[in-house]
Each structure stands twice: as structure tokens, then as C-alpha cells.
């Protein structure tokens, strides 16, 4: 029988809230989250996922769909498949919440590319509570949108080939996802931001822009996209570097490949070649994607 001591997952952090798992499986998550004051988890959806907040100490502000109320330890709520949800800590003590969401639960795609391998890492970001974790049931779901960067192509110009879109598209659907969306934007902050949005507000699970991610004047992606960033994901491009270095040479380290979060949503940023973004999105994106959506959408 496995049996854990919710009161001591109490776990608090100055730089963010922090999830605690309880248990987990294919089908449900129990977690314990604890914010701070001022700490919140950025409204989002589930398309497939019940989710009910208990309060176990404190007070907050839970939303779900286009409503606001204040908890109290005690009270629970729902927030059903579909509805946009999230947790703001507007007092001036501490909010401990239990969570559980319960999922639909959808066989491993048979497309030919695992994402079953175990995790075996801790949803605890202080490290206390260590636990494995399968997503391998994700995948099936799961939309991509392709941003495509190029001042020299434009969505109509079906004489110069899309390599790095195709790529992108290509991976993706072979390992079982939906490509839900595809776009080819200039060189250009506002409009490479304007996709982006756009993507993430039409519901899709990952954004992958290919392009602009050098260090010419044209080259504008990263700054187009940093600030839209709620959370930054470091670790993706410095692997990238380094295994392009690995590859090419010194020249990979000028890559500015970058990744992070927005309305919890993963983007990544990759270069403009193909052999880029087989790197990007085959070696580094796909074997963590199930796991990157599963984290940033609880």
C-alpha cells in the first residue's frame, strides 16, 4: 500500500510555487501545490481533464472559465474539460492546495516513436519527493503548430520548398501528433509574435517557429518571443549548442536557439535548416514533449 503524509508536503519556494505529487498513473495526478504570496499558476485548459482544487491551508483566488472566487481551507472546486483554470494567492499568508485531476485515458500511438520511457524524477522543485511518472498516453492528442520564418518565402510562394516546416511537420506526425496548424511569417517581431498568439490562442499544445534564430540585423525571432515568455526553458538551447557543436563545430555555438513557456503553452525556437530542426525537434523536443505538456498544463 503506498501511503504519504500530506501535511509534511509543505514544501514553499520564493522564486515560484511548487507542486508536491502524491500519486499518479495514466488516468489522474494527486498533487499538493504551495504558493506564496503573490505566486499563481497561469489560468490555462485541459481539453481531455477534470480538476478539482481543495484548499488544505490559507486562502486564494481559483478561476474557472470566466469566474473569480475566494477559497478558504475546506472548499473545494471543479474545474471540467475545457474550462480555462487557474490559481492566484492574493493573500497575505501562505496557500496550500490539494489537486487531482482526472484524464482521459488513450492508448500508446503506434506510430513507431517511444515517449514510454520513465521519467523517474521529483514534481517537487525543492527535491524532497521523488516519484516515476509515465506519459506515454499523450501523444494521441496532441497538436503542433509550424511557424515558418523566412522574408524571401511567404505562404503563397509554392516554388521555394518549406524544408524546415515540412521537417518539423513531418517528425511530428511520425511520432503520432497532429500538425494542427502551419504558417510562414517575414522577419519581423510583430508579426512573428502575431503567429505565435495566434497558435497558442487556437488551442494547439506546441508551438515550433524554424528560423531567425542567428545573429545577422534580420535575425529577430528570440527577441520576438522572450518577452511573451512566462517561463523560460534555458536547458533546451544549451543542449542544442552543445550537441551542434558536437556536430559542426565551433560555428554551433552562435546558434540563439531558444524555448520557454506562454499561457502554458511550449515554444520552441529552432534554426532555419533542416538538419537544425531534426535536432531540435527528433533528439531534444520529441522525447520530452508528453512530459513538457503535461507539466505546464497542470
Avoid: W
Avoid at 524554424?210 to 535575425?219: A, E, F, K, V, Y
Wanted: contains cysteine; glycine residues 10%; proline residues 5%.
Amino acid at each position: 500500500m503506498d501511503v504519504v503524509d500530506v501535511p509534511d508536503l509543505d514544501g514553499f519556494a520564493a522564486e515560484e510555487f511548487q507542486k508536491h505529487n502524491l500519486f499518479e498513473t495514466d488516468r489522474l495526478f494527486a498533487d499538493v501545490y504551495c504558493f506564496e504570496p503573490g505566486q499563481e499558476q497561469t489560468p490555462h485548459t485541459h481539453g481531455d481533464a477534470d480538476k478539482v482544487y481543495k484548499v488544505l491551508e490559507g486562502s486564494g483566488t481559483f478561476i474557472v472559465g470566466d469566474e473569480e472566487r475566494t477559497l478558504a481551507a475546506g472548499q473545494a472546486v471543479i474545474a471540467p474539460a475545457g474550462e480555462r483554470h487557474g490559481v492566484r494567492n492574493d493573500s497575505e499568508g501562505r496557500l496550500r492546495t490539494f489537486v487531482l485531476m482526472a484524464r482521459d485515458h488513450h492508448p500508446k500511438s503506434d506510430s513507431g516513436h517511444s515517449h514510454g520511457h520513465d521519467h523517474g524524477h521529483s514534481h517537487d522543485h525543492s527535491g524532497d519527493f521523488d516519484t516515476p511518472h509515465d506519459h506515454s498516453g499523450e501523444a494521441a492528442d496532441s497538436t503542433f503548430a509550424v511557424v515558418t520564418i523566412s522574408t524571401s518565402r511567404s505562404e503563397s510562394d509554392t516554388a521555394t520548398p518549406d524544408e524546415s516546416g515540412d521537417a518539423i511537420a513531418s517528425l511530428a506526425e511520425s511520432a503520432g501528433y497532429t500538425v494542427a496548424q502551419r504558417t510562414v511569417v517575414p522577419d519581423d517581431v510583430d508579426d512573428i509574435r502575431a503567429a505565435v498568439t495566434d497558435a497558442i490562442e487556437s488551442g494547439v499544445d506546441v508551438v515550433v517557429t524554424t528560423g531567425g534564430t542567428g545573429i545577422t540585423p534580420d535575425d529577430v525571432t528570440v527577441e520576438a518571443l522572450e518577452p511573451l515568455f512566462d517561463r523560460e526553458l534555458p536547458g533546451f538551447g544549451e543542449e542544442f549548442r552543445r550537441r551542434s557543436v558536437a556536430e559542426i563545430g565551433l560555428p554551433g555555438m552562435l546558434s540563439r536557439t531558444t524555448a520557454g513557456v506562454v499561457a502554458g503553452t511550449p515554444v520552441v525556437a529552432l534554426p532555419g535548416s533542416e538538419n537544425a530542426v531534426r535536432l531540435g525537434v527528433e533528439d531534444l523536443l520529441l522525447p520530452q514533449l508528453d512530459h513538457i505538456i503535461h507539466q505546464v498544463r497542470r
